[in-house]
């Protein structure tokens, strides 16, 4: 038994902050639930002059990397500076060094997560990753332990903050995107390269550790479709509130026989449902076990604090496995390495769900039935058309909303229907439509 456990820390922004700040003002507590305390001994960051509220002890913010790595108290690091290369470096150059790893990094997870994983069982050392996936949300912990009983049935959730709080403002505030993007960014939610919250990129990450965790397989990314909000407008935002839905982008996984269907891209949800409920930075993560039925996850999916928090969960969870020399018992892929099997992603063509089209079209007389007859010759069955405009002669809306219909014959009737050039004056915005959790 170790009497301190001491922590280095590599990237002082955002979410170190809040780590540190989590740290330093909950020790007692912590040191409490730990039995021992944990002690901040070295943090590293490329800027050591920007005054981030903290109060440090002298000597414990350097740049010096090397000097951090290499100090051989140091039992726990945690890695907060992102990216791709340096980050996975120093995951495995300090468990090369017997260090446990903790981090929030859910792209390098998501895309080199096989080797970070590999690494941590040659190691024999533990990784934490709560705070990769919604924030301060336990839902890491949920599908490796909590639910661990269950086959899961499905993982239907809002997994980004920086865009629900873009959606939230343009449905709520009638904001514009590039108002609300720059809020979110200045409040710290949005990633360094906001196109990957933007563009789905960052669900896709999360919704790829998730579904690694949830169902024993490693996960390629390029296998999971991928669309984004960048098409979204407020128009759609406001048709979408007529039929009494709402716009979310959600990351949807499911299991089929063999095959598990993994998709991120803007959706529509009755308003009525839990997660139209979620607003703002918060997410949200409906998972639905075999046995236990429906759990919901919900909490702030982004920030200093909130995600510090869950960092600090797995510093604390580390800390506990070192005091009881239990490193390594419960696996960081949730099922051993050697009881993982890969699992097919179910290519999108075979997906069946309900449509919202909105074709830009000229108002003239026969356009509605043009389109209807390419749609009807695919066997795409429409529901219901909102078409407001008078403008003769003009470009207009028509919206319409299909009944439940396959992929593969939406986009060939959309290929159609976009070449229509007499009538149609740009490609047509597509959302899916989600009918329940299940
Ligand atoms: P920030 O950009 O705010 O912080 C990263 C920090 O690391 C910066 O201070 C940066 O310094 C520093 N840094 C970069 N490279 C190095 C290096 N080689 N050596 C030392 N320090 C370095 O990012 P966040 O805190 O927002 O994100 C950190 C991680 O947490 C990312 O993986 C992100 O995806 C993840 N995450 C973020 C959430 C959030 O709400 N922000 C939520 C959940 C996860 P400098 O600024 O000088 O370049
Ligand atoms: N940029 C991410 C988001 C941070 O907005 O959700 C949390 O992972």
């Not at 965790?213 to 406001?238: C, H, M, R």
């Amino acid at each position: 038994m170790k009497s301190q456990i001491n922590i280095g820390l590599v990237g002082l922004g955002t979410v170190g902050t809040g780590t540190a700040k989590i740290l330093l003002e909950n020790r007692d507590v912590i040191a409490r639930r730990v039995g021992v305390p944990l002690e901040l001994k070295r943090i590293v960051d490329l800027d050591v002059t920007t005054d981030r509220g903290l109060t440090l002890p002298s000597g414990v913010l350097s740049s010096d990397l090397p000097g951090l790595l290499n100090d051989p108290s140091i039992d726990i690091i945690i890695e907060l500076i992102g990216g791709y290369d340096t980050a996975k470096r120093v995951m495995l150059d300090a468990m090369a060094q017997g260090k446990h790893i903790v981090t929030a990094n859910k792209a390098l997870l998501a895309v080199h997560g096989e080797d970070v994983f590999a690494a941590a069982a040659r190691a024999g050392v533990d990784v934490g990753f709560e705070a990769s996936v919604g924030g301060g949300i336990p839902i890491i912990r949920s599908l490796t332990e909590g639910l661990a009983a269950n086959r899961c049935v499905s993982i239907v959730g809002i997994m980004n903050g920086t865009a629900n709080y873009i959606l939230t403002q343009m449905l709520k505030e009638n904001q514009e995107f590039e108002e609300s993007l720059a809020q979110a960014q200045a409040a710290g939610y949005a990633e360094a390269d906001p196109t990957f919250d933007i563009q789905g990129i960052d669900s896709l990450h999360k919704l790829a550790i998730m579904v690694s965790l949830a169902y024993g397989t490693p996960v390629n990314v390029k296998d999971v479709f991928t669309e984004g909000i960048q098409k979204v407008t407020s128009l759609d935002i406001q048709y979408a509130s007529e039929f009494g839905m709402v716009v979310k982008l959600l990351g949807i996984a499911r299991l089929h026989e063999g095959a598990v269907e993994a998709r991120v891209h803007p959706t529509l949800i009755d308003n009525h449902s839990p997660l139209a409920q979620v607003n703002g930075v918060y997410n949200a993560i409906h998972v639905v076990g075999d046995a236990v039925g429906d759990v919901m996850l919900y909490g702030q999916g982004a920030g200093a604090l909130p995600t510090g928090s869950a960092v600090v969960s797995d510093v604390i969870d580390i800390a506990r496995n070192i005091q009881r020399q239990a490193s390594g018992r419960v696996p960081p892929t949730s099922f051993p390495l050697d009881q993982r099997t890969p699992i097919r992603i179910r290519p999108m063509e075979e997906l069946t769900t309900r449509y919202y089209l909105r074709c830009m079209v000229l108002d003239q007389p026969g356009v509605l039935s043009k389109i209807a007859g390419v749609l009807g010759h695919h066997g795409i069955s429409i529901m219901s058309v909102i078409q407001q405009g008078r403008q003769k002669g003009q470009t207009v809306p028509l919206i319409i909303m299909t009944h439940r219909a396959s992929e593969r014959s939406v986009q060939t009737a959309l290929q159609e229907i976009n070449q229509m050039s007499s009538v149609v004056s740009q490609p047509t915005t597509l959302i899916r439509v989600e009918d329940d959790g299940r």
